[in-house]
């Protein structure tokens, strides 16, 4: 089970940092996971913001060119949680986030690859 958090309204410009926890036996061993965060718009299609390899807490990760620079993907294998940190944001990065569980240490930005969602948690850019 994934369980996203830390969503909520904030202003152009500011920064807000999105948590994932994974749970249950089938994370027992979470570096096994490749751990992604998707965006869905209002009307507009789930697209994919950035992922994290599996592997230790200082695995590289791959983004979107619309957020490369601004946001950053972590993860604490230790709790079996992800991050996203976003900073500047704009009123375009509004969206339901989504964070995603790959079986297999390398990323992938194609939603149907993922084999584990979460239930999604809203990010409101507005002044």
């Known amino acids: 089970q994934l369980q996203a958090s830390g969503g909520g309204l904030v202003q152009p410009g500011d920064s807000l940092t999105l948590s994932c926890v994974a749970s249950?036996?089938?994370?027992?061993?979470?570096?096994?996971?490749?751990m992604a965060w998707f965006r869905q718009a209002p009307g507009k299609e789930r697209k994919f913001v950035g992922a994290?390899?599996?592997?230790?807490?200082?695995?590289?990760?791959i983004y979107d060119d619309a957020v490369k620079g601004r946001f950053t993907i972590s993860r604490k294998n230790a709790k079996n949680l992800i991050y996203l940190q976003m900073n500047s944001l704009k009123s375009e990065d509004t969206a339901v986030y989504y964070c995603?569980?790959?079986?297999?240490?390398?990323?992938?930005?194609?939603?149907?690859?993922?084999?584990?969602w979460g239930q999604g948690t809203l990010v409101t850019v507005s002044s």
């Open positions: 995603a569980a790959m079986t297999g240490r390398l990323p992938s930005s194609v939603a149907p690859r993922y084999d584990y």
């Open positions: 994290v390899y599996g592997g230790g807490d200082g695995a590289s990760a």
């Open positions: 249950g036996r089938t994370f027992a061993t979470f570096s096994n996971y490749a």
